[in-house]
């Protein structure tokens, strides 16, 4: 896989082993991950962003190699309150907050109920007001839709969803479903992913709709023109929202970092030395 190669390292929040990629020193930036991905999302964008930065990207509890408790809350609002632990274990008080699909909401989250803990943000194909979850998923949601598919079914999912989201279908390569498949191999794997499937609930980025008009952050809007799962009319409604906004395209579909990721790197590293 392209990129630098990054070792995974461990922090411990509220009794759960939180997996994260650690690059570069200087001001801190989290770079989230959404789902179904993992912290490898941004593989192709840390080695940039860690020239300037101490760049930390977490894996989400119940993913990536996080650990995946069968009975823990994994709403994108208790994934907010582990990000706020992993900030702490780690020794940072402030950072810039780089967020990708319900990563951006995990985010919004973070800014409304700690504003002071947030420098700048990039929402990258954000999940926002009731743009989630998408239609895709909305069956999987159902009790019991996990019994109903086989292992090796679930693993072919996964490996169909991708190229849905990509412009370029060249970026859709198997060596990209074999790294967003690996989290979840096996039975435990597919119900962990279910799980996570049944806490995407718009209700948390509706609440916070009209205090997003608040945010005092310098704010970049950065998402894919042929987006298909976050339509691009929500990065227009999300950058007329909030107050510090600014909004750019990136010619690609809803996985901008595997499409182009030299522009994704060069946009957020240009924004983030202002």
């Known amino acids: 896989m392209n990129g630098t190669q990054l070792n995974t390292q461990y922090v411990r929040v509220d009794g759960h082993r939180i997996a994260y990629l650690e690059q570069g020193a200087g001001p801190p930036v989290f770079l989230l991950h959404g789902i179904p991905t993992s912290s490898l999302l941004w593989r192709n964008i840390i080695p940039t962003l860690a020239r300037t930065h101490r760049v930390i990207a977490p894996d989400?509890?119940?993913?990536?190699?996080?650990?995946?408790?069968?009975?823990?809350?994994?709403?994108?609002?208790?994934?907010?309150?582990?990000?706020?632990?992993?900030?702490?274990?780690?020794?940072?008080?402030?950072?810039?907050?780089?967020?990708h699909d319900i990563g951006g909401g995990i985010a919004q989250l973070l800014a409304v109920n700690h504003p002071e803990r947030i420098n700048r943000l990039v929402l990258a194909d954000a999940v926002c007001f009731d743009s989630w979850p998408i239609p895709e998923f909305k069956p999987l949601q159902e009790p019991g839709a996990e019994d109903k598919m086989s292992v090796e079914e679930f693993e072919q999912m996964h490996r169909d969803f991708l190229p849905k989201g990509m412009h370029d279908q060249d970026a859709a390569t198997a060596e990209l479903a074999d790294m967003v498949v690996a989290p979840w191999r096996g039975e435990e794997g597919k119900r962990a992913f279910f799980r996570n499937l049944r806490r995407l609930n718009p209700e948390y980025t509706l609440a916070i709709a009209d205090e997003l008009k608040q945010l005092p952050h310098d704010t970049l809007i950065l998402w894919g023109r042929h987006d298909p799962f976050q339509k691009p009319t929500y990065a227009e409604k999300l950058s007329a929202t909030l107050p510090h906004a600014r909004l750019e395209w990136i010619d690609a579909g809803h996985w901008i970092t595997e499409e182009r990721p030299d522009d994704v790197a060069r946009v957020i590293g240009t924004f983030l030395e202002r």
Not at 84 to 94: E, K, N, Q, S, Y
């Open 60 to 99: 989400l509890l119940n993913y990536g190699k996080s650990d995946k408790p069968r009975d823990a809350n994994v709403s994108i609002e208790a994934q907010s309150r582990i990000l706020l632990g992993v900030m702490d274990a780690l020794g940072v008080r402030r950072a810039d907050v780089v967020a």
